[in-house]
Structure formats: structure tokens, C-alpha cells
């Protein structure tokens, strides 16, 4: 048997393979993967854009001959912190006609270099613009799946830790049942030799015969409730191979100290999924309220350009240089004022949830604590009563044997003492269970059990 303030290293190993046996867990992070996949094609329109063109044509004229014409160009742009887009591109063509008679008069070869820089005035400028609202929603999926992950295994933690607890409250109670079944056994057996020798009366051997057949139910139902324990553990996370642990009878008084409340409610809102998860909601509605207040406007584009040909594929120092305005509106319809009026109203309403789910955090961790407290002075008030019952039971179990108490006193004994012993170990799981809840609350399980736990 283990005493239970040993059994936290037990603990930390269970808990360890329910993370790594979780399906639920094994699925995140693949979304996770996959949502880390999304982020990199929006972020690859961060970078440079090259384009590469070529034709080939090859045509014969009514009037007789052969005509050939070959083309290639390239393009390099870049989207700027702006959203202006400057590129550097070349274009070269081939042109042949071989006529059924001379002169050659439409060969031509050219070669042109441009440059230019586009930049919008209006619409698209900035973060407005498109591609950059991409690349946000893009990162916002991919912290929220990655919140969501944290939060499922913060939740598993949870619930594993708060099963394993259970499941050694029902072993302990399944171990005290045991002895106490066979004990209740033997004197059965030794009020069947006294009534035969006609020490004590019928009475007497029926009562003792109850008490065994009570303790024995008892076990019985132990037992089942100890395998359906093990049965949500094993729907937490594959327990193959695992082995738990035998508890003593009596848990130990095994109080964990917390960082003030303050200190706490500070932790939550930076570490918290339910909070990291709204504040990046909001993130993520507030650059579409801008890309959609951006619609709205006026398309206004001015380009900067410089352009020169090289005729005959020779290069020259003549540029063409110039600048070029370019504006377009498209009234908004309807439905794209009403779509603008939505976004704004769901930021309103994230706004109103995030605020609540703060307060609704506060409240929580507060509450929590003050259980804590509760249930570790019931714990102690249990334990002492649990110590008394069982001392009070080995000396009615010895009057008994003495024949100076019947064994009616002897059920009412074991009675007191076996519910005692439950009362206890309830108290004792049902303090682990808050604890498990602060730190799924607050994001500081893994912390304390100095595992890494935020996004690298």
C-alpha cells in the first residue's frame, strides 16, 4: 500500500500518458498542423511573386510562306507594408515572315524592362488591404486551433486527475471493505461454534450472519463501482500496460498552498484558453470590420512607371518614365453596407462576451478557493472523525469477543466506521477535484508540474 502524499508521483506518470494515449489530443494536433499549413500559403503573398510567360506560334499565310513568332517575359512583385505592389518586369518576342517571294520587311526583334510601383490610396491601404487581412484571419485560425488544443488538454488534465483520484478512493474503501468482509467472516464462523456450545443465542448467530452478508454486498459493489472507475480512465486515455497503485486506508491531510487570489485572477487572464481565445476573436473581427469599412471607398490607385524598349534585342539608355491615376467606385449595395453593420455588431457582441467571460473567470477561481478552504477543514474534521470510528470499532470488536457487547453493537460499529472512512476519502478526492478546476482555470497545471506549455 501507498500512502497518499506519495502518490502524487503516480500521478504526474498517469497524467503524463493520458496526454500522449489522448485521441482527442492526437486529432488537435494535426488540425493544428494543418492549420499551421493554411498560415504558411497566406504568408507566402507576404514574399516575393514571380510570373514567367512564353509563347510560340507558328503560322503559314494564305498568299503562301511561313510565319514564326516567339515570346518571353518575366515578372518579379512584391507586396510593400502599404500594400503597394512594386515589380520589375522584361518581355522579349521574335517575329519571321519568310514570304514565297522577298523583301523581309516584318522581321522584328524587341525587348522591353519595366518598372513600377502601385500604390493604393483608398481601398487596401495598409492593413486593409486584402492580402494582409488573409494573412491575419490566417493567424488568428491558427492561435485559436492552437487554444483550442491547450484547452482540450488543460480539460483532459482535468478530468484525468479528478479520475485518478476517484479511482483511489474506491480502491481504498474496496481494500477496508475486504478486510472488513473477512473479519465479518470469522465471526461468523466463531458465533457459529458459540451458539453450538451454547455460549450465545440464536439471535446473536442470525445478527453476525447479517453483518457478513451486508459487508459482503458492500465489497461486491465496490468492486463494480472500482471497475466502472477504471472504465472512464480508460476513456480518458489507453491504460494498457498501466498499473495503479493500492492507497492506504486513511488518507493524509495533504493541503497544496496557491498564489494569492490576485496573483491567480493575473494568471487566468494571461494564461487562460477561454480568455487568450476571446481576445483573439476579437483580433481576428476587428480586421474584418477594417477590410470591410475599406470596401466601402473608392478604388484610387496611383502607379509610378518606368518603361524602356530595346529594339533589336541591344539595350539603350532611353526610358519612358511617367505617373498614372487610376479611380474606380463601385457604390456599396445593400448588402455590403448591411455585411459592414454585421461585422460591427459581432465585434460588439465579442467585446460583451470577452468582458463577461473575465468576469465569469474572476468569479470562478474566488468561488474555487473558498471551497478549497471549506474542503480542507472538512478533511480534517473527517479524518479525526474516521480515527475515532475506527478505534471505537476495534473496541467493540474485543467487547464482543468478551461477550460483553452483542453483535448488533458490532454492525452499528463497522457501520459508523466504513461510512466515516467514505466521508473521508470524498472530502479527500473532492479537494483534488478543485484543485484540478484552479488549474484548468488559471492555465497553471502544467506550470506547476514543470512542463512547457505555451505556443513556440
Known amino acids: 500500500m501507498v500512502a497518499s502524499g506519495q502518490l502524487s508521483v503516480q500521478e504526474n506518470q498517469f497524467l503524463e500518458v493520458a496526454l500522449r494515449r489522448n485521441l482527442t489530443l492526437r486529432a488537435d494536433s494535426l488540425d493544428l498542423r494543418s492549420s499551421g499549413e493554411a498560415l504558411v500559403a497566406a504568408q507566402a503573398a507576404l514574399g516575393p511573386q514571380l510570373a514567367l510567360t512564353g509563347s510560340a506560334e507558328l503560322a503559314r499565310p494564305a498568299a503562301g510562306g511561313t510565319s514564326t513568332a516567339m515570346g518571353v517575359g518575366g515578372t518579379v512583385s512584391q507586396i510593400l507594408p502599404t500594400a503597394a505592389i512594386g515589380s520589375v518586369g522584361w518581355t522579349g518576342s521574335s517575329n519571321r515572315f519568310d514570304p514565297q517571294t522577298p523583301p523581309r520587311a516584318m522581321d522584328s526583334d524587341t525587348s522591353t524592362l519595366s518598372v513600377s510601383l502601385k500604390q493604393p490610396l483608398l481601398r487596401g491601404f495598409g492593413a486593409a488591404s486584402p492580402t494582409f487581412q488573409a494573412v491575419a484571419q490566417a493567424t488568428s485560425a491558427r492561435k485559436l486551433r492552437f487554444l483550442s488544443a491547450r484547452g482540450d488538454g488543460l480539460a483532459l488534465l482535468q478530468r484525468a486527475k479528478t479520475g485518478f483520484w476517484n479511482l483511489m478512493a474506491i480502491r481504498a474503501q474496496v481494500r477496508a471493505l475486504t478486510d472488513d468482509s473477512l473479519r465479518q467472516g470469522r465471526l461468523l464462523e466463531v458465533s457459529r461454534v458459540q451458539f453450538r456450545t451454547g455460549a450465545i443465542a440464536v439471535l446473536d448467530t442470525l445478527t453476525s450472519h447479517q453483518t457478513f452478508g451486508k459487508a459482503r454486498l458492500s465489497l461486491l459493489q465496490a468492486r463494480q463501482a472500482e471497475r466502472d472507475a477504471l472504465r472512464q480512465i480508460a476513456s480518458i486515455a489507453d491504460t494498457t500496460g498501466l498499473s495503479f497503485p493500492q492507497p492506504d486506508t486513511l488518507p493524509e491531510p495533504e ?94 457582441s465579442l467585446q460583451v462576451k470577452a468582458e463577461s467571460s473575465r468576469k465569469e473567470l474572476v468569479r470562478q477561481i474566488e468561488r474555487i478557493l473558498d471551497q478549497y478552504d471549506g474542503s480542507q477543514e472538512q478533511l480534517l474534521v473527517a479524518l479525526d472523525l474516521a480515527r475515532v470510528q475506527k478505534a471505537r470499532l476495534a473496541s467493540v470488536e474485543a467487547a464482543v469477543n468478551a461477550g460483553a457487547k452483542s453483535g448488533i453493537d458490532l454492525d452499528a460499529a463497522r457501520t459508523d466506521w466504513l461510512s466515516a472512512l467514505q466521508t473521508t476519502w470524498s472530502a479527500f478526492a473532492g479537494a483534488k477535484a478543485l484543485e484540478a478546476e484552479l488549474e484548468t482555470n488559471t492555465g497553471i497545471g502544467p506550470a506547476r508540474r514543470g512542463w512547457i506549455w505555451e505556443e513556440k
Open 255 to 348: 493541503r497544496m498552498v496557491f498564489p494569492k487570489t490576485a496573483e491567480l485572477i493575473e494568471s487566468a487572464l494571461a494564461h487562460a484558453p477561454a480568455i487568450l481565445s476571446a481576445q483573439e476573436r476579437l483580433a481576428a473581427q476587428e480586421s474584418e470590420v477594417l477590410l470591410r469599412r475599406s470596401n466601402r471607398l473608392p478604388q484610387l490607385d496611383a502607379t509610378a512607371f518606368g518603361r524602356t524598349g530595346m529594339p533589336g534585342g541591344n539595350p539603350t539608355s532611353e526610358w519612358t518614365v511617367g505617373g498614372r491615376i487610376d479611380f474606380s467606385w463601385s457604390l456599396p449595395s445593400g448588402a455590403e453596407r448591411a455585411r459592414y453593420r454585421q461585422a460591427l455588431t459581432d465585434l460588439s
